[in-house]
């Protein structure tokens, strides 16, 4: 049965904010993840890690090739995530589909990028 309730608190599209799928796919893992540099991403300083499961082979006995990739990089100053993808891929029976989502922080301590200019074309409240 589908829904067309779209408001903020919809379950079926809660579960698809950032906030839910960062806390569920990379915090409820971190155990999983390995680090594997340091590196510099969108101009920060980071640690990058890198998800070492293996989450393909359970497929492989029902005939389902899966591919799973994970990496995050991590602020080494602050320790705020600042980019990362989550994703899989699978084929069986001549079909193959795939689900990923990925994610930038971007012009971080740019302040030229970070400006917010007021509206004009509004009334402040109360007024």
Avoid at 4 to 12: A, F, R
Avoid at 45 to 73: E, K, P
Avoid at 90 to 103: C, E, H, L, N, R
Wanted: proline fraction near 3%; hydrophobic fraction near 35%; include cysteine.
């Amino acid at each position: 049965m589908t829904s067309s309730d779209y408001s903020g608190g919809s379950s079926g599209l809660t579960s698809l904010l950032p906030d839910s799928l960062y806390g569920s796919d990379f915090d409820s893992n971190a155990a999983d993840f390995k680090v594997v540099g340091e590196e510099t991403k969108n101009g920060v300083d980071c640690i990058h890690y890198s998800d070492t499961t293996n989450l393909g082979v359970g497929g492989a006995a029902l005939g389902v090739a899966r591919t799973f990739t994970a990496d995050l990089w991590v602020a080494k100053t602050g320790n705020y995530p600042v980019s990362g993808f989550y994703g899989y891929s699978a084929s069986a029976g001549g079909q193959s589909g795939s689900w990923s989502y990925s994610f930038e922080i971007t012009h971080v301590n740019d302040a030229a990028a970070n400006a917010i200019t007021a509206p004009t074309n509004v009334t402040a409240m109360p007024s």
